[in-house]
């Protein structure tokens, strides 16, 4: 049986299947309360020594989460009420769960963004301890195995162990979240959106996560085939990897740059910056997690990429908070995130956050060569507005006597207004295309449905017209001209992307090679 679904980050993985939703083992109870006592504490030292072990390995962002998690896990507070009514006698299970729920019913109720997003590492913490509790054996998946269900934890894809393999299906889930991204920085096999329920599945599987599907209990004939395609993906993958240290061209030698996306500074470690042209976009987003950046943490994070890059240019963009990056704070809560307060919008509306940003990225600004760029931009006055808060800062710096510089200033193209009329930008330094927001926009297909992700192509003319009449318009007014979305690393979309005019391509780390083999296939 075969069930298709949408690539969120390419490869193939064969495998036994692993039931993310099942059911947790019973607890088996104990005689005393003091043997109930010692289990609940020993259960939260597994769940925290679990985490530490994680925290080791993570990327700062995520380092950041699980960081939070033990400080909860080790606060007293939380875990007393259960101890007391241990002590009144309860099962360490029951204890904790209620003891948990109360507290997580508390933080639901709560009117405030930032205390309602707690209510989610509570529900973590909760399971993570009662998974420790019910330890059975059974309930870590075996290596290699394809984890399937409706959504999995961040957790638990940083707990799980990829370097045997393994791949993720998932029934919910969309190719923008946070888990896609970690998956395709680490090469993880991922399908999302599946159009058939998952529940109780078990067996062997295969998953073809170029593609888009998963097969259960396959045949003969179909295993075949699948390591077919398979052998040929990690020949491409071979293959490109020879692309990785040369400059990108097309097949008639015509020069294309390729530089690479980052959210977390930490994500610069692994890349050799021989092997691209600097830092197309730089997601700060990501550095607003649960407690807003101070300008001293922005500046380091931002001095470390420019330092990294050298003479190479980093384009960093202002906070892109909203749709669907809430960042608890500072986002509201709106029924059409999407259509709502999100980029420049918001920095705009918040000027106390959105100066923090533009100071630190103004002292950064002398280690390298940095470029800014302000995300949904729809009219010229928000780029205009955005550019006088630079100019006012940079003056106060100076009257400080702080070191500074002032980068250029360019926007993203991805709301439809910017990219049918370009004129009313003559003034940007640079146009970055944002094709998976231009996409969602033109197709009016939110990028994290999965039950539209079939509308959202790059490849559809509606989409390519825009984006050839925005290089066309760059290219008139000297204007820079290059794009940032995913689409610039997939090897299906490459060719028309070149044949629309665009020379100038920004892609994840991990489709590096992949793009600069596909662009050394294509003749224009
Ligand atoms: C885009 O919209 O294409 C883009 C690069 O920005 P983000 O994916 O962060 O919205
Ligand atoms: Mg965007």
């Not at 707690?118 to 195995?145: C, K, S």
């Not at 533009?358 to 955005?386: K, Q, S, T």
Request: overall charge negative; proline content about 6%.
């Amino acid at each position: 049986m075969r069930i298709e679904g949408v690539p969120a980050s390419a490869g193939y993985a064969e495998g036994p299947l692993f039931d993310l939703d099942r059911p947790p083992a019973i607890y088996a109870s104990k005689a005393t309360s003091t043997e109930e006592k010692t289990s609940l504490e020993a259960a939260i030292g597994k769940a925290v020594s679990r985490l530490a072990t994680i925290v080791e390995t993570a990327d700062s962002d995520a380092a950041g989460i699980l960081e939070f998690h033990i400080a909860m896990l080790e606060d007293d507070a939380l875990s007393g009420p259960a101890f007391a009514s241990i002590a009144s006698g309860r099962t360490a299970d029951a204890a904790w769960r209620e003891a948990l729920d109360a507290e997580i019913a508390g933080y639901e109720a709560s009117d405030q963004d930032y205390f309602r997003a707690r209510a989610t590492d509570l529900r973590d913490i909760r399971d993570q301890v009662l998974r420790a509790l019910t330890e059975d054996g059974g309930a870590t998946a075996p290596t290699g195995a394809i984890l399937c269900g409706e959504d999995i934890a961040p957790t638990r894809f940083l707990e799980t162990d990829w370097s045997h393999g393994g791949g993720i299906a998932l029934k919910a889930g969309s190719t923008a979240s946070h888990v896609a991204m970690l998956a395709r920085s680490r090469g993880v096999p991922m399908v999302v959106g599946l159009r058939e329920p998952l529940a109780g599945l078990a067996g062997m599987a295969l998953l073809d996560a170029e593609h888009g599907n998963i097969v259960l209990a396959p045949s003969p004939a179909e295993i075949g085939s699948f390591r077919q395609s398979s052998s040929s993906f990690a020949a491409r993958q071979g293959k490109a990897r020879t692309f990785l240290a040369r400059p990108a061209a097309t097949r008639a030698g015509t020069a294309v740059r390729v530089q690479v996306n980052i959210a977390d500074p930490s994500d610069v470690d692994g890349i050799d910056i021989a092997t691209c042209d600097g830092v197309g976009l730089m997601r700060t987003e990501f550095l607003f997690g649960r407690i807003l950046p101070d300008e001293e943490t922005q500046y380091r994070a931002y001095r470390k990429v420019l330092e990294w890059a050298g003479d190479k240019p980093v384009t960093i963009r202002t906070v892109d908070a909203g749709g669907d990056k809430p960042v608890p704070g500072f986002t509201v809560e709106e029924g059409n995130p999407f259509l709502g307060l999100r980029g420049i919008r918001l920095s705009l509306a918040r000027l106390d956050i959105f100066r923090v940003q533009i100071r630190a990225l103004l002292r950064a600004a002398p280690h390298g060569n940095l470029r800014v760029m302000f995300p949904m931009i729809a009219i010229a006055d928000e780029y205009e507005r955005a550019a006088a808060l630079f100019a006012e800062e940079q003056a106060a710096l100076a009257a400080r006597g702080v070191a500074h510089g002032m980068p250029p200033l360019g926007i993203m193209v991805e709301v439809p207004s910017v990219a049918i009329a370009p004129e009313a930008f003559a003034g940007v330094a640079f146009f970055s295309i944002g094709s998976n927001d231009l996409m969602q926009y033109v197709m009016a297909a939110a990028r994290d449905n999965a039950a539209v992700a079939h509308l959202n192509s790059v490849r559809h003319p509606a989409v390519l017209r825009l984006i050839g009449s925005v290089v066309a318009f760059g290219r008139d007014n000297s204007i820079p001209v290059s794009l940032c979305g995913d689409a610039g690393g997939d090897p299906v979309a490459i060719p028309s992307l070149l044949e629309a005019g665009l020379r100038d391509l920004s892609v994840a780390p991990a489709q590096l090679a992949m793009a600069k083999a596909a662009i050394a296939d294509v003749s224009v």
